[in-house]
């Protein structure tokens, strides 16, 4: 009789270990992000800091990129899952040149608004503003990226000939600009915002300035297509998951104190980036804003070489998750 009842009890326990097993099992994401340590680049250090990925039962393996090309690079290979912030017009030229068969779809919107980058000179360079930098190099990330096209509306708005230069990330631009191999740098904040502050560089040009591309979504995130296929229900589970860390980012002062730490600036630098360069209503993610202008950029721009409508590239398009 004791045996019997020793039997069942393992028996009941043995079912209820196998789905709690289940339940409970991880979902592994590759995702690749540019320039580690930035605000919006961020997202998925802090969603972890404040333990949202663990409680969704994500694993999520990080790559870090460069930018531009680089993390396009990564998901179209599908080296990755899921590559992060980047700019749209890159993406929309190669789906055109592509179509069906390019090997991503933009799963969301990353930054609407041109805000947090700027263009700097050292404090001797006789170059005040972009109208004054005729014939001078200046530095973007590399092509297709969001300081592509920010520079080149910056550059149409003021009528200037400057020359746009790729020179990869802010550290390796930093080093070019203060060496003299490019006359006018771009940085992201909060990088070389204590060499402002101390009157090392002087800021000749802001994205905000920008004006026409306010209400543009000029970054986005990518899925890799067979990982969609695959992958979609995870993969939404992590867009959840990250406007959740956008969340706890603007109202946890901790968000501030991993920024800081990453970028090596002090906390009051820290949150001055976020304050004036980082709108929260920037960081929406349901919706591709001002398509028709990025379509029409992507034109004069020469990422395409014949007029476009949404209609040619809704199949480019793929929203995982809509916030609520």
Known sequence: MKKS??????AALAAAVVPASSAFAVEKLKVAIPQKGFW????VEFGQAAG??????????????????????AVASGSVDIAMSNGILGAIGAYV??????????????????????WWVKADSPIKTLKDA?????????????????????????????????????PSTYTQTMTGQIDIGWSVVPFALKDVQDGKIRIIARAREATELANQTI???????NSLKTKRATIAKFMEVV????????????????FAKNMKVTRDIAKRAVDEFYPKSAMQLGEIRDLNRSLKDALDYKFVTSPKTPKDVAGLIDIVYKPK
Do not use: C
Request: aromatic share 8%; glycine share 10%; no cysteine.
């Open 5 to 10: 009842i020793m039997a069942v009890l393992v």
């Open 40 to 43: 919006d680049s961020s997202w």
């Open 52 to 73: 949202f990925f663990k409680a969704a039962g994500l694993d999520v393996d990080v790559f870090y990129t460069e930018g531009g090309a680089q993390t396009i690079a």
């Open 97 to 118: 040149k592509g179509g069906d068969a390019t090997p991503y779809r933009i799963i969301s919107a990353e930054m609407t608004g041109a805000n947090e980058l700027f």
């Open 134 to 170: 005729d014939g001078k190099t200046i530095a973007f990330s590399s092509p297709g990226s969001s300081s592509n096209l920010i520079l080149l509306t910056l550059l149409k708005q003021a009528g200037s000939k400057a020359k746009p230069t790729p020179t990869g990330g802010v």
């Open 219 to 225: 970054r986005v995130n990518l899925a890799s297509i």
């Open 243 to 258: 406007h959740k860390s956008i969340d706890w980012a603007y109202s946890n002062p901790q968000a501030i104190d991993i």
